[in-house]
């Protein structure tokens, strides 16, 4: 058992981690000490398959959540942009589409996830 909870070999552990943070296929191989060809035969088994997207999945979480942190602070500098009267009208005006548009989109998501809960419901009590 490795260091992720898998059956991945050690090295198979380390090929895992340098696929996740190196630009190319080569890089990583070269990163974790085995060749290319080795690095995709890796890749074509379906624990290592299975673990490398579930770290990628987790990686994209992270992303996501730092983004998400990131948010009220970007708001923030929408909202002093668009109500900056010293700002060229050009930067105002797109700061104030941004906000609606966003505005509009989350409405549009919001209201989409309500009638899919809907249909869902209706569809789990029919035979």
């Known amino acids: 058992m490795s260091e992720t909870g898998s059956t991945l070999t050690a090295k198979q552990d ?3 981690g340098a696929l996740l943070t190196s630009p ?8 974790a000490g085995v060749t290319t060809v080795t690095l995709w035969r890796y890749l074509q088994d379906d624990a290592f398959k299975a673990a490398y ?3 990628r999945r987790i990686a994209v979480n992270h992303a996501v959540t730092r983004l998400q ?5 970007a708001v923030g500098v929408l909202c002093n942009v668009a ?6 009208a050009g930067a105002r005006v797109t700061a104030a589409r941004t906000i609606l548009e966003s505005a509009f989109k989350a ?4 209201d989409l996830s309500q009638r ?3 249909l869902e419901a209706a569809t789990k009590d029919k035979p």
């Open 69 to 73: 942190q990131a948010c009220s602070g």
């Open 24 to 31: 190319s296929l080569e890089h990583a191989a070269k990163s």
């Open 116 to 118: 899919i809960d809907a």
């Open 107 to 110: 409405i549009e998501i919001e």
């Open 83 to 88: 109500g900056d009267k010293t700002a060229p």
């Open 14 to 16: 380390k090929a895992l």
């Open 53 to 55: 997207q579930a770290a």
